[in-house]
């Protein structure tokens, strides 16, 4: 005997489905999250977020609740949180949300954000920053799981990416290309890193000769631009295959 209820199509629930982090990397620059000097006036950096919300009520009516995200820092202080309204249309079961969260605290001292996003020292290296978004109902809607009306969501802040560009030609930015214009080498390293605006950027490069290319070398970088493939050795370029398999 087999013995199958309907539903109650009367009990309601909220729940936030994906939370996803537009980028699973943010990169501040070298001063924090300004990119600059504190107070220049440059755009902060933020954590964009996409949060899909659902409702299962069992009614074709309007509704509306209340989403919220904060970030915490890896060291453990919460930043202030972010409200969104969501409004649910007649018929409507779900909805998206486009968030941006600033890194920057408005409730803390600019040197006290510099000093956390360069306290990662010479490598760049960063943290872990946790999303927390939560999802609240208008009075009088049902929400029969409170459990899914939370969800979290990890992305790394760094102030910078350490790329090596892996080539015989040291030249600078004068190059030695012809026409007196750049050489591939210098023409890498001035659209990843423009250090000539005078501008602190997100991405340092460093020249490695082929001969100077060995795994304890290939440690303190985060991606490596091979340009003359031809004249790295075996050892070279197992090192290399060791590097992307770390």
Do not use: C, K, Y
């Not at 949060?51 to 309007?62: I, N």
């Not at 202030?80 to 605290?105: E, K, M, Y």
């Not at 929400?143 to 040291?170: C, K, M, P, W, Y």
């Not at 080498?185 to 060995?214: D, H, K, M």
Request: no cysteine; proline share 5%.
């Amino acid at each position: 005997t087999v013995v199958a209820t309907r539903p109650d199509v009367g009990s309601g629930n909220l729940q936030i489905q994906p939370l996803r982090p537009r980028r699973g990397l943010v990169l501040t620059g070298t001063t924090g999250a300004f990119g600059g000097a504190a107070g220049d006036g440059g755009s902060a950096a933020n954590v964009s977020i996409e949060a899909v919300v659902r409702r299962f009520d069992g009614s074709t009516g309007s509704a509306s609740g209340q989403l919220t995200l904060f970030l915490t820092r890896p060291d453990g202080e919460t930043l202030p949180a972010v409200t969104r309204p969501v409004n649910w249309s007649a018929g409507q079961a779900t909805a998206t949300l486009s968030v941006d969260l600033p890194i920057d605290s408005p409730d803390t001292s600019s040197a006290t954000n510099a000093a956390l996003f360069n306290a990662e020292g010479a490598s760049g290296g960063g943290g872990m920053w946790t999303v927390t978004a939560a999802l609240d109902g208008e009075a009088g809607v049902a929400d029969a799981v409170g459990e899914d009306d939370q969800r979290f969501a990890v992305v790394e802040v760094r102030s910078r990416l350490n790329v090596g560009v892996i080539t015989d030609h040291a030249g600078g930015l004068a190059g030695s290309g012809s026409g007196g214009g750049l050489n591939p080498a210098a023409f890498v390293r001035a659209a990843l890193s423009p250090e000539q605006t005078g501008q602190r950027f997100a991405v340092a490069t460093e020249t490695l000769p082929p001969g100077a290319v060995n795994a304890t070398r290939l440690d303190t970088l985060d991606a490596v631009l091979v340009l003359r493939p031809e004249v790295l050795g075996a050892t070279g370029w197992s090192d290399l295959a060791e590097f992307a398999r770390a």
